[in-house]
């Protein structure tokens, strides 16, 4: 008897049911055995990956992955007991559900994570609705598949036998897939393409079915179109995934993406809509072309206009060299030293025409120093003072970035700083934040800073805080020599005065072995309404 | 190809993929320490007599915490005229620490709790290597911010996830953590526990404890007949208080002493003005940053690589021989006083004359315990939940998890680090443990300790690029019931004519507190007996 005839009778016993229930002396069976048994590995893998694809994305789009990872594995495990439970109803042609369940599982959970990243970034729909809604689908057809393949194996292999091979089997998928998502595919495909991928895969499984059980399926034209037709639209997605990421991406940022890239320490996206240059790091606006000026006057001229003497200026973050734009206006400053840890930034700011003009060439001016390095180790070594002193950091939002915002980095910028210098701080929203920005005023002056805190309103960030810290006390300018857009004296000297709704707190300094202020900006940004 | 060969290819492929993908070849790196080599040599007895004797008022042997406490209060009481022999390349004993291009990294011990009100000798020693700011014996003193451990301070692995603590409190049933909240409860009252003397009810240095036996008697049970004498016996809970015990003693809880696994909850009682009270001191090296600031003054008088043979006294002078491996030679040291500030158990191999009941105590089981330094190109990736800490435990791990020797560094950009790894072999008895601790080679602790770690850290094969091993053959005296209030360490206190037992092991728990606490009492009696009185600064 050849194979494809044994597997005939076998496919047509399956469908009877007139087969006795175990069989071991058949000789060929095993082959048949090890290839449904090698679908329940892809089946057990594809499964895995599609509730880790939608964990990951739940936790990259809405953050807070302990929280995502935990709904989606219920909702997921829960809707695969629901589909175990529901296989009992299909009674009849079992391959052919098979197939069917295939061909559905690979097409949903395959296109799952390109279609739920669309509807986010388009708004199309309530995210989380549809999250679940496709996580319970997914999770459903899944628990349909191991039962129908032990039952189709049931007529094989003894019940031991049988449980012990498709559960080992469904388990080693499982573990081929933890291990490869976190090393491979989510970092090298990506999560849409790692998606398709597994679509594919289960496509294939359903190509596969229906060749080995070829003779049963003979002139069922319908399903071999619609498991070739699955696999041709997995495969096309499969191609198209990068594009689809972009557009999805341009969708998110309002206005045309005209350049991004990743950096190793970060996402940087340029936005153009006529006139207004966007930039975002990791998706955090960082500045609009529109009011930059507001928030870069605010942040270098009440500082250093004040210091005729100064000759070396320092600018510790900022890449995108708008403060150094606005240091340089000054003809007494020698030198200024940029360190900024990601060179992609430093390049691309000294290099695209349109950035060039937005920061007036500064990143290529004589005058200036690009160091690409950490700050905090170049500090360390770097044994020069500094007349002024810019921290222009991203905001404390984790224990990483507070460390930035903590007495011992402002005891170690003092060190830098010469005598009658001044350094100024960025320290987000004493509005929107406000315990936040006056807990590193109280760190300055835990360091031994006399403070000088202020804040300005710029657009697109709301109202902004700064601090002047010097050893001396500060005195806001009479005059600003160099042109500027948006500060006079008098609005230099009205920025230091704060409302009632931004008064000073009583506040403790962020320490180390604490780290509160980060904390605090957390609990504060996410009460924000904006 | 034919059919079924397609087939068996095909169901194999993703097998043969994900192993080749999941193994890079293991890291390279040392295999140190262990003093097995020693032992062996110890035993055979074949060294040379003394080629010279030098004569010195007070000798010390040994320039861990404990012999470095001794000779820094014999020079705060004005004596410079001791010498220290360590058996070590290095001093530091079980605070030794080590360096690479990318950190100081510790090999033994990594902190320091901020110290107890009876803790005044340490608390002075911080004060002078500039730790402590202001009054020494203030209730809430000034520490140094760059010691106090940064935050986050430790966080948990378990079920997939990171929690920030070391008690798992995520997916945890109510009545277990009204079990947690019961035992705190319980640990809060025996911190504030005092007997009719004032005297608290567990002090650390310990000898100040309270003698009563309604304590004392705490000593005679395990830590697990504690545990469940008092109704605690959730999983959860008892794997929290198994791996302190693990961290602290080495020790299992259910070999642990009840009274010093009470001891570990219920001893401290630091406060900072600057730092909340669970805070710990802490460096890149570990406890390494003491060694690193208190050796250098005594250099000119300490000698490493010195393995003291033979041990004796007379009624007039005491006297020991060193061999020193360097220059093939040995020589002989007479003191007036000897402070003996090694580990106990190697006296009864030295100690000519000895009387039994003393080297009956010095033969308590020790604990064998391994230290891998992983070297890190990069931190690992970040997993579910809390962000890495310094301290970070995988639940249900035989071994203690890791600590981060960057995370006190103050830059915010993530580089290459170093982890790391401790795993106090307690999970056999000690000698099985420290055969198999001699056994086995780098790279079978290399893959061991990988494939470990890989339970949270599915890079970090790939990230891997040392993996060190610090071997400590006998780390700690294991207080299993009956050790520290026994006899045995009382014998080991009073010391043995003009020897001065200071080691922790005396204490019987190797604590730094400990460890300074009876280097400072040895040298102070050694002092005594010079002629030399001057107030305690116990």
Same mark, same amino acid.
């Given at each position: 008897m050849s194979w494809s005839l044994r597997a005939a009778r076998l496919a047509s016993g399956a469908l009877a049911t007139k087969i006795p229930m175990s069989n071991p002396d058949l000789p060929a069976t095993p082959r048949l055995q090890l290839a449904l048994l090698s679908s !329940?590995? !892809? !089946?057990?893998?594809c499964g895995l990956a599609y509730e880790l694809v939608a964990g990951a994305l739940a936790s990259y789009l809405l953050g807070d992955s302990v929280t995502q990872f935990s709904t989606v594995i219920g909702a997921y495990l829960f809707a695969?007991? !629901?589909?175990?439970?529901?296989?009992?109803?299909?009674?009849?042609?079992?391959?052919g559900a098979f197939v069917r369940i295939e061909i559905a599982v690979g097409l949903l959970g395959g296109c799952a994570a390109a279609l739920l990243f669309i509807s986010f970034a388009a708004e199309l729909g309530p995210f989380r609705v549809l999250l679940y809604l496709a996580v319970f689908a997914v999770g459903v057809l899944v628990g349909l598949e191991i039962p129908l393949v032990m039952r189709i194996l049931r007529r094989e292999v003894a019940f031991n036998e049988l449980v012990a091979r498709v559960l080992s089997f469904d388990y080693l998928g499982a573990l081929a897939v933890s291990i490869l998502f976190p090393l491979l595919l989510a970092p090298h495909l990506g999560l849409v393409r790692t998606g398709f991928l597994f679509g594919l895969l289960n496509a294939g499984v359903a190509l596969w079915a229906l060749w080995?059980?070829?003779?049963?399926?003979?002139?069922?034209?319908?399903l071999k179109l619609a498991a070739w037709g699955a696999f041709a639209i997995l495969g096309a997605g499969f191609v198209a995934a990068g594009w689809l990421t972009t557009q999805a991406e341009s969708w998110l940022y309002a206005d045309p993406v005209i350049h991004a890239e990743t950096s190793p320490y970060q996402r940087i996206v340029i936005t153009r809509q006529r006139d207004d240059i966007r930039l975002f790091?990791?998706?955090?606006?960082?500045?609009?072309?529109?009011?930059e000026y507001r928030y870069h006057e605010a942040l270098v001229h009440p500082g250093l206009a004040n210091l005729p003497q100064a000759k070396r200026a320092l600018v510790l973050g900022g890449g995108d060299g708008l403060a150094v734009r606005e240091i340089l206006k000054y003809p007494q400053i020698e030198s200024v030293t940029l360190v900024d840890l990601d060179p992609a930034m430093t390049r691309l700011f000294a290099t695209a025409p349109l950035l060039r003009r937005l920061n007036g060439d500064a990143l290529n001016s004589p005058r200036l120093r690009i160091v690409n390095r950490d700050a905090v180790r170049w500090l360390e070594e770097e044994a020069q003072s500094y007349d002024f002193i810019v921290a222009d950091f991203p905001d404390p939002s984790n224990y990483s970035l507070g460390k930035l915002y903590s007495v011992p980095f402002y005891r170690l910028l003092k060190r830098h700083l010469a005598p009658g210098g001044r350094l100024v701080v960025q320290a987000t929203s004493p509005f929107y934040a406000r315990q936040s920005f006056w807990t590193v005023v109280a760190t300055l002056e835990d360091a031994g800073f006399k403070t000088a805190p202020y804040h300005a309103l710029v657009p697109s960030f709301g109202e902004w805080g700064f601090i002047l810290a010097g050893r001396e006390e500060y005195r806001p300018p009479e005059t600003f020599t160099v042109p500027l857009k948006f500060l006079t004296p008098e609005t230099a000297r009205a920025m230091f005065d704060f409302p009632a709704d931004m008064a000073r707190l009583p506040a403790e300094p962020n320490r180390l072995n604490q780290q509160n202020l980060v904390r605090l900006f957390e609990a504060e940004w996410r009460h924000a309404v904006r | 190809m034919r059919r079924r060969d397609f087939l068996a290819v095909a169901a194999s492929l993703p097998l043969i993929a994900c192993t080749k993908k999941s193994a890079p070849p293991l890291p390279p790196g040392t295999? =140190?320490?262990?003093?097995?080599?020693?032992?062996?040599?110890?035993?055979?007895?074949?060294?040379p007599a003394p080629s010279e004797t030098r004569r010195v008022p007070l000798l010390i042997v040994g320039a861990g915490i404990a012999g470095l406490s001794a000779a820094w209060r014999l020079e705060r009481a004005g004596l410079r005229d001791f010498l220290i022999y360590e058996l070590e390349e290095a001093p530091g004993g079980n605070a030794r620490f080590a360096e690479n291009e990318v950190s100081a990294y510790p090999l033994g011990a990594h902190y320091l709790p901020l110290p107890t009100r009876e803790a005044r000798a340490l608390r002075e020693l911080l004060a002078d290597l500039g730790a402590l700011e202001g009054d020494p014996q203030a209730a809430r003193p000034h520490y140094d911010e760059r010691l106090l451990c940064a935050a986050p301070q430790e966080r948990v692995y378990r079920q997939g996830f990171w929690e920030e603590g070391l008690l798992p409190r995520l997916g945890v049933s109510r009545a277990v953590r009204e079990e947690y909240a019961r035992f705190f409860d319980l640990m809060q009252a025996l911190r504030e526990a005092r007997d009719e003397a004032g005297r608290r009810a567990f002090a650390l240095p310990l000898a100040f404890s309270s003698p009563a036996p309604r304590w004392r008697s705490l000593d005679g049970i395990t830590m697990r007949q504690w545990l469940f004498d008092h109704g605690l016996t959730s999983p959860e809970l008892y794997w929290y208080v198994d791996y302190c015990c693990r961290d602290d003693f080495g020790t299992r809880a259910a070999e642990t002493s009840a009274w010093a696994g009470l001891h570990y909850f219920a001893c401290r009682n630091g406060e900072a003005a600057n730092a909340a009270p669970e805070t710990v001191l802490t460096a890149p090296e570990g406890n390494g940053w003491i060694v690193k600031r208190l050796a250098p003054r005594f250099a000119d008088r300490l000698v490493t690589g010195a393995l003291a043979?033979?041990?004796?006294?007379?009624?007039?002078?005491? =006297?020991?021989?060193?061999?020193?491996?360097?220059e093939g030679r040995s020589l002989r040291i007479e003191a007036e006083a000897i402070v003996w500030a090694a580990p106990p158990f190697m006296l009864p191999k030295v100690a000519a004359g000895l009387p039994a009941p003393i080297a009956a105590a010095c033969r308590a089981e020790t604990a064998p315990w391994l230290v891998a330094n992983l070297t890190l190109s990069a931190p690992p990736a970040a997993g579910a939940g809390a962000g890495l800490a310094w301290d970070n435990v995988l639940y249900g791990s035989p071994a203690l998890g890791y600590v981060v020797a960057t995370h006190q560094h103050l830059s915010a950009a993530p580089g290459p680090t170093v982890l790391t790894y401790y795993h106090a072999l307690a999970e056999m008895p000690p000698a099985a443990a420290r055969e198999l601790l001699l056994r086995r080679s780098q790279p079978e602790w290399a893959a061991l300790i990988l494939a470990e770690l890989s339970r949270a850290h599915a890079d970090i094969g790939r990230l891997t690029k040392r993996l060190d091993i610090h071997r400590h053959g006998h780390a700690m005296v294991r207080p299993v019931p009956g050790l520290l209030w026994g006899g045995s360490r009382a014998m080991l206190a009073a010391g043995w004519g003009r020897v001065f037992f200071a080691h922790a092991d005396v204490s019987g728990l190797s604590l730094c507190e400990e460890a300074n606490y009876r280097g400072v009492l040895a040298a102070e009696r050694a002092l005594a007996?010079?002629?030399?009185?001057?107030? =305690?600064l116990l």
């Open positions: !329940v590995f !892809v !089946v057990a893998a695969m007991g !629901v589909g175990s439970w529901l296989s009992k109803y299909i009674e009849r042609d079992l391959v080995l059980f070829r003779a049963e399926f003979a002139g069922r034209l319908a790091l990791n998706q955090n606006l960082q500045f609009s072309s529109q009011d | 295999l =140190s320490g262990g003093d097995f080599a020693l032992g062996h040599r110890l035993r055979a007895g074949d060294f043979f033979r041990l004796a006294q007379t009624r007039r002078r005491a =006297s020991a021989d060193f061999w020193l491996a360097a007996l010079l002629g030399q009185r001057a107030v =305690s």
